[in-house]
């Protein structure tokens, strides 16, 4: 008895030194050892233990169930928990959760039996599996590769990230050693390891970024980190290497440097996408790339195609873009990426396979390069040798490339806007004033090397001020587009065309004598007469034409631009549609008009300007029906001027408004000081521009004249031409509707000279026809010009006219008028025009004549 006490006594003593923790029970699952690892590891002192149920030691979720199970061991006998080993979580008394892997023995005792339990504490192992179990997953989860090699650089292990990325298994990789995997391929520029090796060896990390191959060679960009391991001993036992795949970041980098680059140094268009395609076909060796570029027209025109014979590139220059146009053609058609995988069997490429299969290239995948705003500006393919598709990095590369295929374009676009802006004419699409010249004075350096002669035309187109009057700035703009074509038409493509400004042209003629240039403008004005549609008019346009010649009128292009204007204004004044050649003259007479220019300004400023007046008689009754004001001007030194000089000259220098204007105020106050001294004028008739009417103060500035001088509106008839039948400015029906709504009347001056139309006349509220004098004039020998003032008669009284018939000098004249139903008559034959106080002698002699 006493050998058994001191038997568990030694028990008790080995159970509590013991290191891991012991919990024995007995028959009543009491607790009766609790040793001092089990208080280590429990965190309970024993005294809270012993002698308490073991359910409180066991985790919380099990505890109502604990005794139950132990029970049931007892009494089946069959060991369930004894003998072996299980991992449990044990709550601490402070709340904590350790682990600890028990194993249980049972103790059968002739009187009961117990249990003993031996729990190990594996917290730290089993965070440390946890965490192994973690980083595996993230080792092989994750898209970086991960290879660990030994001392002699063989590789060990690969996770699954290097198996996706470069394709070689785990199985393929070990033993080998990194660089014959992934830096065998040609393309690959790595091909010594000695600073690799230098720095690992110091027991130093070694970064950089290469170009690696895959298991099919085709070549990636990877951020490679490589981590010495030490061994023990000393040395390197292991390297851990991590590449990432950084082949879009580095494509888009390297590509984008070299472009960038290229277009810095101001490389062409062309020299920076070779480099693209030369780029890319280095990165993937097994396609062939092509950029192509959409012009305005929709065509395509090659800009790249470096591993492609010309040949090629020029069969497919022009070729437009449609819904079956090769892959290139299409994907700028839809707009979206075309990918045709067999070029012999797909019927996009009908019409194109044979100019490529025979050079070896069996599918195209292309994409449409866009300008930020949508538009297609071009292509970039991929050729292929096998029938087949892109992969990701024919993907990526796709992606980096047509970014700068498209900022390269829209550089270019950006370039040729400005290069447009600069030194063209936005309206015509012409040289400007600055590319003329520069154009012109290559040419005339050009002549006087070779000895050769040269022409300089200045053309000006006639009337054009009053087209762009009386329709319209659209229709202005339009004639000048008419007028460009038509030159471009008629000269050859050594000769320049350009546009000064407004409706001037210049001509510069290489190779080009005398008689050559006689024989060109006679066809340009021929040309710029043929009749054109401007909206709803056909109009006849015609143009002066002044010509210089080189050497003989002048040596550089200043000079001979400005004698070609010289000529072109004597031209102008024969008439016209008509040209001239420079003459020593020419100088008298433009220094003249510059003189009579500055003259008129300040004979309107000064009040040296006149009106006469021309009586309108009723060819029936002879009674006065009117008096036609017209100004007349007489300088100081160069005498009388004729209004068919200053006149146009008005309105060529813009003084016409000015003049109608002054002309308005003036036969106002001259009819109201005749009517104040009794004598009987029944109304006075002005013309005006016009450019008057577009004036919406115009009626208010009528109104308040007459009202000035205490006259009715039905005492002022306004005459117009017929030119504003043809305007389109928004003010001028307006304007005349407020002139006519006053109760003054309207004349149609110079009637069927000009822009006539049945249609315009019944718009607009004229009371009078005013028949050209060119028609009285050849009334009495030409039968066609009696015809035609029959009809204007008839057009008349049909629609309840007066008819005005101007320039009657003859009997013969007036007879004829007045047979054919002609109401009112002016003309040399009654009286000219005279100043105020010889009008009122000539009534004064009509009265006394009558009486």
């Known amino acids: 008895m006493h050998t058994m006490t001191n038997?568990?006594?030694?028990?008790?003593?080995?159970?509590?030194q013991a290191v891991d923790a012991v919990v024995m029970i007995d028959e009543h699952n009491h607790v009766i050892l609790f040793n001092a690892a089990a208080e280590r590891l429990w965190g309970r002192p024993r005294e809270q233990v012993l002698g308490r149920n073991v359910a409180m030691l066991v985790p919380a979720g099990i505890r109502a169930q604990h005794d139950d199970f132990i029970q049931a061991n007892r009494d089946t006998g069959i060991d369930r928990i004894v003998g072996s080993s299980i991992e449990l979580p044990i709550e601490r008394a402070d709340g904590c959760i350790v682990w600890g892997s028990m194993s249980i023995s049972r103790i059968r005792m002739p009187e009961k039996t117990l249990y003993t339990a031996f729990v190990k504490d594996i917290t730290e192992r089993r965070q440390l599996d946890e965490t192994l179990k973690l980083m595996s997953l993230c080792l092989n989860e994750t898209d970086n590769a991960v290879i660990v090699t030994d001392a002699e650089e063989r590789i060990l292990h690969v996770n699954t990230g290097f198996t996706r990325l470069f394709g070689w298994s785990l199985d393929e990789a070990r033993g080998q050693r990194p660089q014959s995997l992934l830096f065998a391929h040609p393309c690959c520029?790595?091909?010594?390891?000695?600073?690799?090796?230098?720095?690992?060896?110091?027991?130093?990390?070694?970064?950089?970024?290469?170009?690696?191959?895959?298991?099919t060679g085709h070549p990636l960009w990877c951020s490679m980190v490589l981590n010495p391991i030490a061994a023990p001993g000393g040395g390197r036992s292991h390297t851990v290497g991590i590449l990432t795949d950084i082949t879009h970041t580095k494509m888009h980098e390297v590509l984008q440097h070299k472009v960038l680059a290229a277009m810095a140094r101001e490389a062409s268009l062309t020299e920076v996408m070779n480099l693209v395609c030369t780029e890319v076909e280095h990165v993937a060796p097994e396609i062939t790339a092509t950029i192509l570029r959409v012009d305005n027209d929709q065509r395509l025109r090659p800009l790249a195609a470096p591993s492609l014979p010309p040949s090629y590139s020029h069969a497919l220059d022009g070729a437009p873009v449609g819904p079956n146009a090769g892959s290139c053609g299409t994907a700028a058609f839809r707009g979206e990426p075309v990918l045709v995988t067999d070029i012999a069997r797909d019927?996009?490429?009908?019409?194109?396979?044979?100019?490529?299969?025979?050079?070896?290239?069996?599918?195209?995948?292309?994409?449409?390069?866009?300008?930020?705003?949508?538009?297609?500006?071009?292509?970039?393919?991929?050729?292929?040798?096998?029938?087949?598709?892109?992969?990701?990095?024919?993907?990526?590369?796709?992606?980096?490339?047509?970014?700068?295929c498209a900022l390269a374009l829209e550089r270019e676009e950006s370039r040729a806007r400005i290069r447009q802006l600069a030194f063209y004419d936005p309206l015509t699409g012409l040289p400007n004033r600055s590319l003329l010249h520069a154009h012109a004075d290559q040419a005339i350096s050009r002549a006087a090397r070779n000895d050769e002669p040269l022409a300089v035309l200045f053309i000006d187109l006639d009337r054009f001020k009053q087209v762009n009057d009386s329709l319209g700035h659209p229709a202005g703009d339009e004639l000048l587009r008419i007028a460009t074509r038509r030159l471009q038409d008629e000269v050859r493509d050594a000769d320049i065309v350009g546009r000064l400004s407004g409706d001037e042209f210049v001509v510069v003629l290489?190779?080009?004598?005398?008689?050559?240039?006689?024989?060109?403008?006679?066809?340009?004005?021929?040309?710029?007469?043929?009749?054109?549609?401007?909206?709803?008019?056909?109009?006849?346009?015609?143009?002066?034409?002044?010509?210089?010649?080189?050497?003989?009128?002048g040596r550089d292009m200043e000079t001979l631009l400005h004698h070609a204007d010289m000529a072109m204004y004597q031209a102008k004044g024969g008439g016209r549609g008509r040209f001239s050649f420079f003459s020593d003259e020419m100088n008298a007479l433009a220094q003249e008009r510059l003189a009579l220019e500055a003259a008129l300004r300040e004979a309107l400023s000064k009040g040296q300007l006149q009106l006469h007046y021309q009586p309108q008689l009723d060819l029936e009754s002879g009674q006065l029906y009117g008096v036609e004001a017209l100004a007349r001007w007489t300088h100081p030194q160069l005498g009388n001027i004729s209004p068919v000089h200053f006149i146009p000259l008005a309105e060529e220098c813009?003084?016409?408004?000015?003049?109608?204007?002054?002309a308005l105020r003036e036969a106002c106050r001259q009819l109201a000081d005749w009517r104040s001294?009794?004598?009987?004028?029944?109304?006075?008739?002005?013309?005006?521009?016009?450019?008057?009417?577009?004036?919406?103060?115009?009626?208010?500035?009528?109104?308040?004249?007459?009202?000035?001088?205490?006259?009715?509106?039905?005492?002022?008839?306004?005459?117009?031409?017929?030119?504003?039948?043809?305007?389109?400015?928004?003010?001028t029906l307006k304007t005349i509707a407020e002139i006519h709504a006053q109760g003054v009347r309207l004349a149609m001056d110079d009637f069927g000279t000009g822009y006539s139309s049945l249609g315009y006349l019944r718009q607009l509220p004229v009371t009078e026809l005013k028949l050209d004098k060119s028609f009285v004039s050849s009334l009495n020998d030409d039968h066609a010009t009696r015809a035609l003032t029959h009809a204007v008669i008839r057009i008349g009284d049909s629609l309840r006219l007066t008819v005005v018939a101007e320039g009657v000098e003859t009997a013969a004249q007036r007879s004829i008028l007045r047979s054919q139903g002609y109401h009112i008559a002016q003309g040399y034959l009654f009286s000219p025009p005279l100043p105020a106080p010889a009008l009122e002698r000539w009534l004064q002699a009509r009265a006394d004549a009558t009486s």
């Open 654 to 662: 813009g003084l016409i408004g000015a003049l109608s204007q002054w």
């Open 7 to 16: 038997a568990a006594d030694l028990l008790t003593q080995t159970l509590e």
């Open 677 to 731: 001294r009794g004598l009987v004028i029944p109304a006075v008739s002005v013309n005006l521009s016009p450019t008057n009417f577009h004036n919406l103060e115009l009626p208010r500035a009528i109104a308040e004249t007459l009202r000035a001088h205490t006259l009715a509106p039905s005492d002022l008839t306004v005459e117009i031409t017929e030119s504003v039948l043809m305007d389109t400015h928004p003010s």
């Open 510 to 553: 290489t190779q080009c004598d005398s008689a050559r240039a006689t024989d060109t403008v006679e066809r340009l004005l021929a040309a710029l007469s043929t009749p054109c549609q401007l909206g709803d008019v056909v109009l006849t346009p015609s143009a002066s034409i002044g010509i210089s010649l080189f050497p003989d009128n």
């Open 189 to 215: 520029p790595r091909r010594h390891f000695d600073d690799i090796e230098t720095e690992l060896s110091l027991g130093r990390s070694f970064r950089s970024d290469e170009l690696v191959c895959d298991r």
């Open 347 to 404: 019927p996009l490429w009908a019409d194109y396979k044979h100019l490529i299969l025979p050079l070896g290239r069996k599918a195209c995948w292309s994409s449409p390069i866009k300008a930020h705003d949508g538009r297609v500006l071009g292509t970039f393919a991929f050729y292929f040798k096998e029938c087949r598709g892109p992969d990701r990095l024919h993907e990526r590369l796709v992606e980096v490339c047509v970014d700068l």
